[in-house]
């Protein structure tokens, strides 16, 4: 049984098609990183697998329940995690999660133990007692996942998670997605595609409202693999690479050429003539060079390629 | 039934910490302690204000239980409607506007439940606020004029109570329709002026739910005839909004 299934959902705002007939599936115990450029339908895609949004048309299935048929029965089995998480400021995050533990008709002694567990999960046992009005974005969204662990829910759905954070807010709160490997199946909305490469096995690229890849990461970067080198330059060297790198995108063998400061990324559409050519011609122009190599496609070309091409090719 | 306790005592917690309570409480119970006073002194007051004015001062009758009753009624009912929008209009429109009300809703929690919940506890703010009213009003006019009927004030408490409950209701109906609280307030004031209105039409006003406080002065003084039409369509007024703003609320997409 799939823990996430949709089946052909539609849903339009005016004239805007927010979804257009998505259909995926994502396996229990995976994490699963709902790709997507802004506006491309994952938020939509989240509020009607949480009942909070009806699709025009469709279906959805979370671990087995319909959820436009029993929307009770699959709110028991999800976690939600909105963008902007808010809570009641006047609540302290013990209260808060005992409040949500009492929803879902935890006893007194569970919702006790499940409490100090989340608290200790989450990092924030030390602020488990101060009003939820008083703290961080990042403690607000750790008190998130937490509130949306309490009744152990086989399926987490989380948009955008980190998205509002900084730096050291989204390595806790990646770390802690981690930690919920193997425990419940993640699913994980997000245009960051960093976090994906991060903690993610399997990958949906949502893009105008379709879903144009689906596939494991590693076997997504493989099917989509672009042939790639990398040239970084001594400092001294970076006139002359943008000089070069005007010489090279003219060839015929070149699909494109990215420059970000001494380092020159290259994708070549004939890696054989690259492997040939494109060291020759770096030294040919006298670059200082600090580093060569052929490179594995990362997550941002594959995501660029299926994107563009509406998952063509 | 079990999550209907969960989400009312989450909600009377809040009307604890959010100082609703506590404001409708100190409100209602200054002007039920004022009111007594108010009908007693204000002629001495005015006596002081206007030593030259022997004559028209001779043309103000002295004050009876009846003036401190009908200082009572108007006070309560003006500030308990006023109080009735301010505390209601943000219920449910600033949940939405925050993400409170999606954050609650994706989980098991029926969107009835959660209007109902947040109607009672308001509700039984304002009970305890007229409560307190009634008990001070009651023992400054014994101290000041004379004993009411016990059963007459209990009456007339009941019937202030409904009344602003019709306020709640709407403001809560009026909360629910939109994301904005302050169009929340705007639309509750209509309709504030709007009834206020109607209960000024000859024979219609006698439905409308101002015809309690005429019911509930005549309760203490003996005087008027009960005004059960006027409680009928006040009952169906809070009946009415509440299954408007839930059937609203059931199509409304967070």
């Given at each position: 049984?799939?823990a996430?299934?949709?089946?052909?959902l539609?849903?339009?705002?005016?004239?805007?098609?927010?979804?257009?007939?998505l259909?995926?599936?994502?396996?229990?115990?995976?994490?699963?990183?709902?790709?997507?450029?802004?506006?491309?339908?994952?938020?939509t895609t989240?509020?009607?697998?949480?009942?909070?949004?009806?699709?025009?048309?469709?279906?959805?299935?979370?671990d087995?329940?319909?959820?436009?048929?029993?929307?009770?029965g699959?709110s028991?089995?999800?976690?939600?995690?909105?963008?902007?998480?808010?809570?009641?400021?006047?609540?302290?995050a013990?209260?808060?999660i005992?409040?949500?533990?009492?929803?879902?008709g935890l006893?007194?002694?569970?919702?006790?133990?499940r409490?100090?567990?989340?608290?200790?999960?989450?990092?924030?046992?030390?602020?488990?007692?101060?009003r939820?009005?008083?703290?961080?974005?990042?403690?607000?969204?750790?008190?998130?996942?937490?509130?949306?662990?309490?009744?152990?829910?086989?399926?987490?759905?989380?948009?955008?998670?980190?998205?509002?954070?900084?730096?050291?807010?989204?390595?806790?709160?990646?770390?802690?997605?981690?930690?919920?490997?193997g425990?419940?199946?993640?699913?994980?909305?997000?245009?960051?595609?960093?976090?994906?490469?991060?903690?993610?096995?399997?990958?949906?690229?949502?893009?105008?409202?379709?879903?144009?890849?689906?596939?494991?990461q590693?076997?997504?970067?493989?099917?989509?693999?672009?042939?790639?080198?990398?040239?970084?330059?001594?400092s001294?060297?970076?006139?002359?690479?943008?000089?070069?790198?005007?010489?090279?995108?003219?060839?015929?063998?070149?699909?494109?050429?990215?420059?970000?400061?001494?380092?020159?990324?290259?994708?070549?559409?004939?890696?054989?003539?690259?492997?040939?050519?494109?060291?020759?011609?770096?030294l040919?122009?006298?670059?200082?060079?600090?580093?060569?190599?052929?490179?594995?496609?990362?997550?941002?070309?594959?995501?660029?390629?299926?994107?563009?091409?509406?998952?063509?090719? | 039934?079990?999550?209907?306790?969960?989400?009312?005592?989450?909600?009377?917690?809040?009307?604890?910490?959010?100082?609703?309570?506590?404001?409708?409480?100190?409100?209602?119970?200054?002007?039920?302690?004022?009111?007594?006073?108010?009908?007693?002194?204000?002629?001495?007051?005015?006596?002081?204000?206007?030593?030259e004015?022997?004559?028209?001062?001779?043309?103000?009758?002295?004050?009876?239980?009846?003036?401190?009753?009908?200082?009572?009624?108007?006070?309560?009912?003006?500030?308990?409607?006023?109080?009735?929008?301010?505390?209601?209009?943000?219920?449910?429109?600033?949940?939405?506007?925050?993400?409170?009300?999606?954050?609650?809703?994706?989980?098991?929690?029926?969107?009835?439940?959660?209007?109902?919940?947040?109607?009672?506890?308001?509700?039984?703010?304002?009970?305890?606020?007229?409560?307190?009213?009634?008990?001070s009003?009651?023992?400054?006019?014994?101290?000041?004029?004379e004993?009411?009927?016990?059963s007459a004030?209990?009456?007339?408490?009941?019937l202030?109570?409904?009344?602003?409950?019709?306020?709640?209701?709407?403001?809560?109906?009026?909360s629910?329709?939109?994301?904005?609280?302050?169009?929340s307030?705007?639309?509750?004031?209509v309709?504030?002026?709007?009834?206020?209105?109607?209960?000024?039409?000859?024979?219609?006003?006698?439905?409308?739910?101002?015809?309690l406080?005429?019911w509930?002065?005549?309760?203490?003084?003996?005087h008027?005839?009960?005004?059960?039409?006027?409680?009928?369509v006040?009952?169906?007024?809070?009946?009415?909004?509440?299954?408007?703003?839930?059937?609203?609320?059931?199509?409304?997409?967070l």
């Amino acid at each position: 049984m799939t823990a996430i299934r949709i089946e052909g959902l539609t849903k339009r705002f005016g004239t805007v098609q927010a979804l257009d007939g998505l259909s995926l599936a994502v396996e229990p115990g995976s994490v699963y990183g709902f790709l997507g450029p802004n506006g491309a339908g994952k938020t939509t895609t989240i509020r009607i697998l949480t009942g909070l949004a009806r699709a025009d048309a469709g279906r959805g299935w979370i671990d087995g329940v319909e959820v436009t048929a029993d929307l009770r029965g699959a709110s028991r089995r999800i976690g939600y995690l909105p963008q902007d998480p808010s809570f009641y400021p006047w609540m302290t995050a013990r209260e808060f999660i005992d409040y949500v533990g009492r929803v879902f008709g935890l006893s007194a002694a569970e919702r006790a133990a499940r409490t100090g567990e989340l608290l200790e999960l989450a990092g924030l046992v030390e602020a488990a007692d101060r009003r939820i009005g008083g703290y961080s974005g990042g403690m607000g969204q750790r008190l998130g996942i937490a509130q949306a662990l309490v009744n152990r829910p086989p399926v987490l759905l989380l948009d955008e998670p980190v998205s509002g954070l900084d730096p050291a807010g989204r390595r806790e709160l990646l770390q802690l997605i981690e930690q919920l490997r193997g425990q419940c199946t993640v699913f994980m909305s997000t245009h960051i595609l960093a976090d994906v490469e991060r903690v993610c096995d399997s990958v949906g690229i949502i893009s105008r409202g379709r879903l144009v890849a689906e596939a494991p990461q590693q076997e997504l970067l493989q099917r989509y693999a672009v042939p790639a080198f990398e040239i970084e330059v001594d400092s001294r060297s970076t006139g002359e690479l943008s000089a070069w790198a005007d010489r090279v995108r003219a060839q015929p063998w070149v699909a494109s050429v990215t420059l970000e400061r001494s380092v020159a990324r290259v994708v070549v559409d004939d890696v054989g003539v690259a492997r040939r050519e494109l060291l020759g011609s770096a030294l040919d122009a006298g670059l200082d060079l600090n580093r060569y190599e052929m490179v594995r496609p990362s997550l941002e070309d594959v995501f660029l390629k299926v994107v563009e091409s509406g998952g063509e090719g | 039934m079990r999550i209907l306790w969960v989400v009312l005592r989450k909600e009377l917690l809040e009307q604890w910490r959010s100082y609703r309570l506590l404001i409708v409480c100190v409100v209602l119970l200054l002007f039920g302690l004022a009111s007594p006073l108010l009908a007693k002194y204000t002629p001495q007051l005015l006596r002081l204000a206007l030593p030259e004015g022997e004559e028209i001062l001779n043309l103000i009758p002295p004050p009876t239980v009846g003036d401190a009753v009908s200082q009572y009624l108007k006070n309560i009912t003006q500030f308990g409607v006023l109080l009735a929008v301010l505390m209601a209009m943000g219920l449910v429109a600033l949940e939405k506007d925050k993400g409170t009300a999606g954050l609650m809703l994706a989980k098991p929690i029926p969107r009835g439940v959660f209007l109902i919940a947040k109607f009672v506890a308001l509700g039984l703010t304002f009970a305890a606020g007229i409560l307190l009213a009634a008990v001070s009003g009651y023992y400054y006019t014994l101290l000041l004029f004379e004993p009411l009927s016990l059963s007459a004030w209990l009456g007339l408490n009941a019937l202030l109570l409904t009344f602003i409950l019709v306020y709640v209701a709407v403001t809560l109906l009026c909360s629910t329709v939109t994301d904005s609280q302050v169009v929340s307030g705007g639309l509750a004031l209509v309709f504030v002026v709007v009834l206020s209105g109607l209960s000024a039409v000859p024979r219609l006003g006698e439905f409308m739910p101002g015809q309690l406080n005429t019911w509930a002065a005549g309760l203490v003084t003996g005087h008027g005839e009960p005004a059960w039409a006027a409680l009928g369509v006040s009952v169906g007024l809070i009946v009415a909004a509440l299954v408007v703003a839930w059937l609203v609320f059931e199509r409304q997409e967070l």
